[in-house]
């Protein structure tokens, strides 16, 4: 029998525990409930422990965002399988059937994601995972059902059961072990992307990350960092590029950060243009809070295999904004499509 400990984050986040906690309760009976409370100073821990006693509550000392703050919690738990879930996603009557069924039968694969479709927008899939997330070679990420900020409506299209590259944050599905053999979620990233890379160490050990149709959660999404919040634009800018130093193999790593770099130029410019200044001025940020943890990141990457495969498209940007196309399966040359 496998164990299931659901961890949900918390921080200030009392309304959406009164929204959303109840369900995760009600369709969760086979697994444990935990709150990780990173340092809230709302009343959130009261509430959970006066209306949901069956809930188990881990107040962290501090607000070390989304990799710390589910680190120090994850440490506690004896469960199998970790199931770190966003606060402001919806769960599903038997939603855990599916993920639990994968883990039982498929033991290569050390994590799992369900189909995300948005919360406010029920028939379309939601920006943070939709149905399972790829990167081009330049670590851009982008998801079937999603590709920068164009969204499908979910028509069935990705009712298939299949291998993904990253699955979201907003609801990963981990084993233990893979969880702390691979390194956990790097701190240094406090949040936004730092589930890419944990998924980019599960395949460098050989591991496979699963999307499966049949578990189905609604996703707010932007519950903490919206999309025109400049801190987003500042993370996902410099965390991407710890991805890419962390994981591309060696004879590729020069000329794929040396691009990079070149479209991040663009992509600033690209808001100074439309006058969002401080989004300019926080991808200016993101490169130099990069560069001054270059040598430490540099440091993490000798100690993890790179596989040469990461990629399933050379350039999401050139697909995209050159050549207008907007949905998954319009792209060429995919190893998930069959």
């Given at each position: 029998m496998i164990t299931i400990g659901i961890v949900i984050l918390n921080w200030n986040g009392i309304e959406l525990l009164?929204?959303?906690?109840?369900?995760?309760?009600?369709?969760?009976?086979?697994?444990?409930?935990?709150?990780?409370?990173?340092?809230?100073?709302?009343a959130s821990v009261q509430f959970v422990k006066e209306n949901f006693p069956q809930a188990i509550v881990i107040q962290n000392e501090i607000n070390g965002g989304y990799s710390k703050g589910y680190n120090d919690a994850l440490s506690k738990l004896t469960e199998d399988v970790f199931i770190l879930l966003n606060s402001d996603v919806q769960v599903t009557p038997y939603w855990l059937e599916?993920?639990?069924?994968?883990?039982?039968?498929?033991?290569?694969?050390?994590?799992?994601?369900?189909?995300?479709?948005?919360?406010?927008?029920?028939?379309?899939?939601?920006?943070?995972?939709?149905?399972?997330?790829?990167?081009?070679?330049?670590?851009?990420?982008?998801?079937?059902?999603?590709?920068?900020?164009?969204i499908e409506k979910d028509d069935g299209q990705y009712d298939d059961e299949v291998d993904i590259f990253w699955a979201s944050g907003a609801c990963l599905a981990i084993r233990k072990n893979r969880f702390y053999e691979v390194g956990g979620l790097d701190e240094d990233y406090?949040?936004?992307?730092?589930?890419?890379?944990?998924?980019?160490?599960?395949?460098?050990?050989?591991?496979?990350?699963?999307?499966?149709?049949?578990?189905?959660v609604y996703h707010i999404g932007g519950a903490t960092l919206n999309s025109q919040n400049p801190k987003?634009?500042?993370?996902?800018?410099?965390?991407?590029?710890?991805?890419?130093v962390k994981n591309?193999?060696?004879?590729?790593?020069?000329?794929?950060?040396?691009?990079?770099?070149?479209?991040?130029?663009?992509?600033?410019?690209?808001?100074?243009?439309?006058?969002?200044?401080?989004h300019f001025t926080a991808i200016l940020k993101a490169h130099l809070s990069f560069y001054h943890y270059l040598p430490k990141t540099l440091e993490k990457r000798q100690k993890i295999p790179n596989i040469p495969g990461y990629f399933?498209?050379?350039?999401?940007?050139?697909?995209?904004y050159l050549e207008g196309i907007n949905i998954y399966y319009d792209l060429q040359g995919f190893r998930s499509k069959k």
């Amino acid at each position: 029998m496998i164990t299931i400990g659901i961890v949900i984050l918390n921080w200030n986040g009392i309304e959406l525990l009164k929204q959303f906690l109840p369900d995760v309760i009600k369709y969760s009976p086979e697994a444990t409930v935990y709150i990780a409370d990173n340092a809230s100073t709302d009343a959130s821990v009261q509430f959970v422990k006066e209306n949901f006693p069956q809930a188990i509550v881990i107040q962290n000392e501090i607000n070390g965002g989304y990799s710390k703050g589910y680190n120090d919690a994850l440490s506690k738990l004896t469960e199998d399988v970790f199931i770190l879930l966003n606060s402001d996603v919806q769960v599903t009557p038997y939603w855990l059937e599916p993920i639990t069924s994968i883990f039982k039968n498929e033991p290569e694969v050390a994590a799992v994601q369900p189909k995300i479709l948005d919360y406010k927008k029920p028939d379309h899939f939601e920006y943070a995972g939709a149905a399972g997330g790829f990167i081009d070679q330049f670590g851009y990420p982008y998801c079937r059902g999603r590709i920068f900020d164009y969204i499908e409506k979910d028509d069935g299209q990705y009712d298939d059961e299949v291998d993904i590259f990253w699955a979201s944050g907003a609801c990963l599905a981990i084993r233990k072990n893979r969880f702390y053999e691979v390194g956990g979620l790097d701190e240094d990233y406090f949040a936004h992307q730092e589930e890419i890379d944990l998924c980019w160490r599960l395949h460098n050990f050989g591991f496979k990350v699963k999307y499966t149709p049949n578990s189905l959660v609604y996703h707010i999404g932007g519950a903490t960092l919206n999309s025109q919040n400049p801190k987003k634009t500042f993370y996902n800018f410099r965390n991407s590029l710890f991805n890419l130093v962390k994981n591309v193999p060696s004879n590729k790593i020069i000329l794929v950060i040396f691009v990079r770099l070149i479209l991040d130029g663009l992509a600033a410019f690209k808001f100074l243009f439309e006058l969002k200044f401080e989004h300019f001025t926080a991808i200016l940020k993101a490169h130099l809070s990069f560069y001054h943890y270059l040598p430490k990141t540099l440091e993490k990457r000798q100690k993890i295999p790179n596989i040469p495969g990461y990629f399933s498209k050379i350039s999401i940007v050139w697909s995209h904004y050159l050549e207008g196309i907007n949905i998954y399966y319009d792209l060429q040359g995919f190893r998930s499509k069959k």
